[in-house]
């Protein structure tokens, strides 16, 4: 790949490594809960690449809190996931519990501006200016566009064969980011823009981790990293100075449409008071990198736990035909617990705190475990069996289910995310009976910083 690198990028991927601003306070070890003694870079490793059986392993070693080391040296990760200490984690004071800094692995790909990034006033301004494209009316309008979208993807499949419900999935997530939250409905625009979505996407942990060290962003597999991020940036600052030029910006109802229009009501010069191309740029990544993958994994996995049982897929079938949302979106909840797509939520302490009487020093991050939280016996009984009935009989409690995070930090898609893989879920199940190929299992694999299923999810739809 050989293009011009904007400025913009450059300068991004210089201001945002996550190892390039150094650690404000070291953390001695005899300041936090125990954990594995090994190098800092070993369990980073661990921890990107193999968290699924390493983490419950921790917590059997070493108890409900336990430590892990993570680059660069010096720096802890202390893991809860107890709902009282996941509800002192989300309630914390967010001038102490700094999200951004604790996502800052995301910060050479989402940028200095990015909801996931920022904190205290900065977070406070960009989720009030981003708020207005996700509220109940702006995602009733989106609601009909992915429901066509769905049904164009859907009507593709072929009665009677096996594929990929995640490769599928993935497809149907970028078409929904691209049109819906993009606004880009262009053909040669959208064809030039999938490709490098998909190489953005799919990325291995080594590459997130290799962002820390800057030699190695000359060498294979992370200078392709970044030069397709750079094509990326392009492509996205030449649609949203094409998208100013727009006469009909008033009529639009895609998500990049409404963002040019908000204002900032407190900005002293009115002139300013809008998103800038870079924090437009900022915003678009996230939600495409916090959106697309994200629920297609969902998807993926509620489809295939549905092909695995026939009486579970039987209601989830009936729920469809009835219009029962409620249970649809069940299903998609119950799917998104037994298969975390993200391992946990990061917070780093700016100021000393206490949580659960543990004093934990100022430089610590501290997680709420998604992970241990959603297989806790004593939240879900017989918790490895997949049941959708757990979302509508009250038997989830506050701060047991986090996929989306919590407090002020909780992700602001979390609504879109769940209506778009409700309206996917309903014409899928309204169209096919779902099942899955003889001797098919599954298992997750990490993937960037997402866990997807191994083998793809493999399902077999017949049409009725």
């Not at 262009?186 to 942990?205: G, H, K, M, Q, W």
């Not at 610590?364 to 069996?385: D, K, R, T």
Request: with cysteine; proline share 6%; hydrophobic share 40%.
């Amino acid at each position: 790949m050989s293009i011009d690198i904007d400025p913009r990028t450059e300068a991004r991927f210089e201001r945002m490594r996550p190892l390039g601003q150094g650690i404000a306070t070291k953390v001695d070890p005899s300041q936090v809960p125990d954990g594995p003694k090994y190098p800092g870079l070993l369990q980073s490793i661990m921890l990107m690449r193999f968290r699924h059986r390493w983490i419950p392993s921790l917590r059997r070693k070493y108890g409900d809190v336990f430590s892990i080391r993570i680059l660069p040296e010096g720096r802890w990760l202390v893991v809860f996931h107890q709902p009282e200490h996941v509800k002192e984690i989300f309630a914390g004071d967010p001038e102490v519990f700094h999200a951004g800094k604790g996502n800052a692995i995301l910060g050479p790909v989402m940028g200095e501006h990015s909801l996931l990034l920022v904190d205290s006033s900065q977070h406070k301004r960009a989720r009030k200016l981003l708020m207005p494209a996700f509220n109940g009316h702006a995602l009733r309008s989106y609601e009909s566009m992915i429901t066509g979208l769905t049904k164009t993807e859907v009507g593709s499949w072929r009665s009677g064969e096996t594929f990929e419900s995640l490769e599928r999935m993935n497809a149907l997530t970028l078409e929904v980011i691209l049109q819906v939250v993009f606004g880009v409905t262009d053909e040669a625009r959208l064809a030039e823009l999938r490709p490098l979505v998909n190489r953005t996407v799919n990325v291995s942990p080594a590459v997130f981790l290799g962002w820390g060290f800057p030699r190695l962003q000359k060498l294979g597999p992370w200078r392709r990293a970044f030069e397709n991020q750079a094509a990326l940036d392009h492509v996205i600052y030449a649609e949203i100075e094409e998208r100013r030029r727009s006469t009909d910006l008033e009529s639009r109802t895609d998500v990049l449409s409404r963002l040019l229009l908000v204002r900032d009501e407190e900005a002293e010069d009115p002139a300013a008071s809008g998103l800038t191309d870079e924090e437009l740029r900022d915003q678009l990544v996230t939600l495409l990198l916090a959106g697309h993958e994200t629920t297609a994994t969902a998807l993926a996995w509620a489809l295939h736990e549905l092909g695995k049982d026939a009486d579970q897929e039987r209601k989830a079938r009936d729920a469809a035909a009835a219009g029962d949302d409620d249970y649809l979106e069940a299903v998609l909840k119950e799917a998104m617990r037994l298969h975390p797509v993200i391992p946990m939520v990061v917070r780093h302490l700016m100021k000393p705190a206490t949580i659960g009487g543990i004093d934990l020093p100022a430089g610590a991050n501290v997680a709420a475990s998604i992970i241990l939280a959603h297989e806790a016996e004593a939240s879900y009984p017989e918790h490895g069996v997949f049941r959708p009935e757990r979302f509508l009989e009250g038997e989830v409690a506050t701060n047991t289910w986090i996929p989306f995070g919590g407090g002020v930090r909780r992700c602001i898609g979390a609504g879109f995310s769940l209506m778009e893989g409700v309206a996917v879920l309903r014409e899928v199940l309204s169209t096919y009976d779902v099942s899955l190929p003889p001797g098919t299992t599954e298992e997750p694999k990490v993937r960037n910083i997402t866990s997807v299923p191994k083998h793809g999810a493999r399902i077999v739809v017949t049409k009725r």
